[in-house]
């Protein structure tokens, strides 16, 4: 049997195609590189911002100063902070009409499918962030009559500055880590909502997230906010065209579930492989309400991200779900941290791993039991899936437990993908590369089913990009 | 010279990590011929069928399998299946994850060309549209639930994972469903009877008969004669030790079933045992 396909080249080539591409740069305001007072200052006065908030942000600044790169994780070594660009802005303002957005970026989102799925009428509403600014967003009537808010930050802190200033930062403060510090001093774009109590937004809201600039750091800024036995669902994706210098994406999601409340949030990440992603995601649950994250990362250089729930009211519920696809070259470190803050709160983390070429995947995750949070229970289960004999997987499952009256278990499953199965396949007439790609997906497909049929068609399809590589 | 209605298989040598399983295997099968394999366990009835059908431990250091004037030995294992070669396994890998009815829908598929051509290449059209080189949905499950009817299978099977948490039955009839779908020209079947009660065994083995015909050839590999009482075989083979020892007609089975295998032995010297005259 021929060698598995893990040509680097040919998979930059098939993304390039399909999500590579970029635009001229066609820019409103683009900021000098590099991080310093003066750049933050100037980024909180393009937004005519509140002096709590130029505050907060140099605030920050120092922060992220002071904090040590991890010394764990994925190698950060390469990450210059002086060559990134912060700001951009590509246009003027948000629009509300489609057809106001800048032509060039209609063009890009237009390649991208992205405003299809909207005339579908198969979403409640949609943002699209281009580099630093969200250049459009849309809510559909129905929702807003009902009191639902999904605005970009900007927006919200210009008219609805009380109810973003009640949460924001208060999730994930400016210390928690270098990179939450980082964005905090520099957010721009990302997504507010706000859903009133017992209001059930019955289809996804989605933002869309593009980085087109050489060398460009994204600092979106994503707060939601589910009020008492309200429901929503937020999904999110990301692409990048293929550069040969590095981009950083580093986004801060603060997502709070009050009484009784749903929140699931996915998130379809397909960076190209020049970009480090770093992400802090965390949600409170309080009691009786349910977060789900669905975060699956394909592409990126080297990807760190750990959806968390803090479960602080009794009878909360927590589910990550979590896969990621490590060609090579790349690194994803991933997984999901619980913390069980109250009594019969319940939790389930499911990662799946893939790892092709040289690629290498990190299950880390923390699974904490506060004393008191009495008749908490929780499952973890981690499969990885090696593709090739260079192929690299690794499991960091951390347990804190206080609490003598918990439950908590752990399965993990490392497997290759087998000649047998590989042979069974093709003696039905499958090439190689559509067997591979049946058993890639059979494994990834817990995880799939989980999404909206259009994203998991989407789904599979970029596993097939990643699969594909040296094919055609 | 091998015609298009002919599998002609000649001096068939295969070693697996280098012991010689396979010793100069030659046996011609023709469309509309069943063809029973038996012999002792260890003699190489499945190591002819999984080189026959390309496994790669399987190395093939001599001879030829000739069909449509191609040597299918020199063909990765899914053309072969795309010129109509088909095997069904003694034991049938799980794929989870995997549901049998979007398998098999790409599986069909690519046997009819709709996939890739028959010889591997990509077929030119062009960008993809997904879904858009796979037999449409409809006209796939008719066919499919046609087919599972037959072979008694429920059609809650579509939706479950191949082979994950089937019973032996199960998996043997789902090989069979494959068979009955992809419609190959010359079938293996590897002891589809082996781990079957005698229901299982007559369903699968009604659904073999209603497949063939003078459309098919069949090599049909078992251990016992008992498969035999069910399906019919025109050719019966005794393979010992890597040879092929004795070709008759079905009396031959039965004869083995009366005295067992000792009897065909070959002699020590490397000749053959003294019941082992040519038919």
């Not at chain 1, 706000?194 to 996804?204: A, F, N, Q, R």
């Not at chain 1, 070259?329 to 941290?337: E, S, T, V, Y």
Request: one cysteine or more; a negative charge.
């Amino acid at each position: 049997m021929q060698p598995l396909p893990s040509d680097l080249e040919a998979v930059k080539s098939l993304y390039k195609e399909k999500y590579g591409f970029s635009d001229a740069e066609d820019y409103v305001f683009k900021a000098r590189k590099g991080l310093d007072e003066r750049g933050v200052a100037e980024i909180s006065h393009l937004k005519n911002e509140a002096p709590w908030l130029r505050e907060y942000r140099l605030k920050a600044l120092h922060v992220f100063a002071k904090k040590r790169m991890p010394n764990w994780g994925g190698d950060l070594s390469a990450i210059d902070f002086n060559n990134v660009y912060y700001y951009i802005r590509p246009s003027e303002r948000s629009e509300d009409n489609w057809e106001d957005v800048p032509e060039y970026i209609k063009n890009t989102f237009d390649r991208l499918g992205i405003p299809e799925a909207e005339k579908k009428g198969l979403l409640g509403g949609v943002g699209a962030q281009y580099e630093s600014e969200v250049v459009y967003h849309s809510l559909q009537e129905q929702w807003t009559k009902q009191g639902v808010l999904f605005l970009d930050p900007d927006s919200a802190l210009r008219d609805h500055a009380d109810l973003f200033r009640r949460w924001f930062g208060k999730v994930i403060p400016v210390a928690d880590n270098k990179f939450a510090a980082l964005n905090s001093a520099v957010f721009s774009g990302g997504s507010f909502i706000y859903v009133p109590p017992g209001v059930k937004v019955t289809v996804p809201l989605q933002a869309y997230f593009r980085i087109n600039a050489k060398n460009m750091g994204q600092f979106e800024r994503t707060l939601i906010i589910a009020d008492r036995g309200s429901d929503v669902h937020y999904v999110e994706g990301c692409t990048a065209p293929v550069y040969s210098s590095d981009s950083l994406h580093s986004a801060v999601v603060e997502l709070v579930a009050l009484e009784g409340a749903h929140i699931r949030y996915t998130t379809i990440q397909n960076w190209s492989n020049n970009v480090y992603n770093l992400v802090t995601k965390r949600a409170l649950a309080h009691a009786g309400a349910f977060v789900e994250w669905v975060d699956c990362n394909l592409g990126s250089k080297v990807t760190m991200k750990y959806p968390s729930v803090y479960m602080v009211g009794a009878g909360a519920r927590a589910e990550i779900l979590s896969l990621a696809f490590a060609a090579d070259g790349q690194h994803q470190d991933a997984g999901g941290k619980v913390v069980h803050a109250a009594p019969d709160t319940r939790s389930t983390i499911v990662s799946k791993s893939i790892s092709k070429g040289r690629g290498k995947t990190t299950y880390r995750g923390l699974v904490k039991v506060e004393r008191g949070a009495e008749r908490a229970k929780s499952h973890v289960q981690c499969d990885a899936l090696l593709l090739d004999p260079e192929s690299v997987s690794e499991t960091f499952p951390y347990i804190e437990n206080e609490e003598d009256r918990a439950t908590l278990t752990h399965e993990a499953t490392v497997s290759k993908v087998g000649e047998d199965q590989l042979f069974y396949l093709m003696s039905r007439g499958l090439p190689q590369v559509h067997a591979m790609n049946l058993i890639v997906r059979g494994f990834a497909e817990s995880i799939v089913k989980e999404m909206p049929m259009e994203y998991a068609v989407e789904m599979n399809r970029l596993i097939e990009i990643q699969m594909e590589g040296a094919v055609g | 010279m091998a015609m298009d209605n002919t599998f002609e298989i000649r001096d068939l040598r295969v070693s697996v990590e280098g012991k010689e399983i396979l010793k100069g295997v030659s046996l011609t099968i023709r469309k509309g011929e069943i063809h029973a394999l038996m012999g002792p366990n260890g003699s190489g009835k499945s190591t002819l069928s999984m080189a026959l059908m390309g496994h790669p431990l399987y190395s093939v250091t001599n001879g030829t399998a000739l069909y449509k004037g191609l040597d299918v030995l020199g063909l990765p294992p899914d053309e072969r299946a795309r010129q109509g070669l088909f095997l069904a396994f003694q034991y049938p890998q799980t794929i989870p994850g995997l549901t049998v009815s979007s398998f098999l829908r790409m599986a069909v598929s690519a046997r009819r060309g709709l996939l890739v051509r028959a010889n591997g290449d990509a077929r030119p059209d062009g960008p993809r549209r997904p879904g858009q080189d796979l037999l449409p949905v409809k006209e796939f499950l008719r066919e499919l639930k046609e087919k599972m009817a037959a072979l008694k299978l429920d059609s809650s099977f579509m939706s479950r994972h191949l082979n994950d948490g089937f019973s032996g039955g199960e998996k043997k009839r789902v090989e069979i469903l494959q068979m009955a779908l992809l419609n190959p020209e010359f079938a293996i079947l590897d002891e589809t009877d082996s781990g079957l009660d005698i229901d299982a065994l007559k369903v699968v083995a009604e659904g073999v008969n209603r497949l063939t015909g003078p459309n098919m050839g069949v090599l049909l590999i078992t251990h016992y004669q008992r498969l035999l009482d069910y399906i019919k075989p025109h050719v019966v083979h005794v393979l010992m030790d890597g040879r092929i020892v004795r070709t008759g007609g079905p009396e031959l089975a039965r004869e083995l079933e009366a005295q067992g295998y000792e009897g065909f032995r070959p002699s020590a010297d490397g000749g053959e045992a003294t019941h082992a005259t040519p038919a």
